[in-house]
């Protein structure tokens, strides 16, 4: 879908337009994740940042600091989630491994869980962007309109999250510009995306 591809080249556009700015917050949140603890509210900072800048507000490291101190509880409500589902998809898509011993069927069963996984991966980009187009941060009403917006834009959605991935891809071998853009570069897509969704519908309503 080309819409997929439009927003891509919106969140590179905004990602390189103030790349000292990009890079400052892309370090903060990197040296953030380090520490367990203050992982989960350095992401939500990381994607109100993202947020600011998809909708063309000025942005700088200050609101990150200011989005990180006010994320904490939110914050970890979602790392915990996070940990939990992770815990679980992840071990079963080992243990079927080890136990399938490469049996077609063992095979077919890692397949589905990594499809679960990569869907619900998808859905964290979509929740962590609603957080901050909500009137309130509530981490279930994110997670809900997240997963309205995936099922109804499946096709968007896949296209977008290869896109993704291709890009990430070929960030591997620009490490250095994986470090000071690759973390912001993700918020910024995943809220051009909710923006550029919430657009179409209301556009279809008016039609």
Request: glycine residues 10%; hydrophobic residues 55%.
């Amino acid at each position: 879908m080309l819409e997929a591809w439009y927003v891509i080249c919106a969140a590179v556009r905004d990602t390189w337009d103030d790349l000292l700015t990009t890079a400052v917050v892309n370090l903060i949140w990197l040296g953030l994740t380090l520490p367990v603890v203050t992982a989960p509210p350095a992401a939500l900072a990381l994607f109100y940042v993202g947020n600011r800048r998809a909708h063309g507000e000025p942005t700088d490291a200050r609101d990150f600091l200011h989005a990180f101190r006010h994320s904490f509880r939110v914050g970890w409500r979602w790392g915990v989630l996070q940990l939990g589902v992770l815990f679980v998809l992840v071990g079963d898509l080992i243990l079927t491994g080890r136990l399938g011993g490469g049996s077609i069927g063992g095979r077919l069963v890692q397949g589905f869980y990594l499809a679960v996984l990569a869907v619900w991966l998808l859905l964290q980009f979509y929740t962590l962007a609603f957080l901050f187009e909500q009137e309130e941060p509530r981490l279930r009403t994110a997670l809900r309109n997240g997963a309205v917006m995936l099922g109804q834009n499946h096709l968007f959605s896949a296209t977008w999250g290869v896109l993704l991935l291709a890009l990430l891809a070929v960030g591997v071998l620009f490490f250095c510009v994986t470090m000071a853009a690759g973390g912001l570069f993700l918020a910024l897509a995943a809220n051009h995306a909710v923006l550029n969704r919430l657009a179409a519908q209301r556009a279809a309503g008016l039609s």
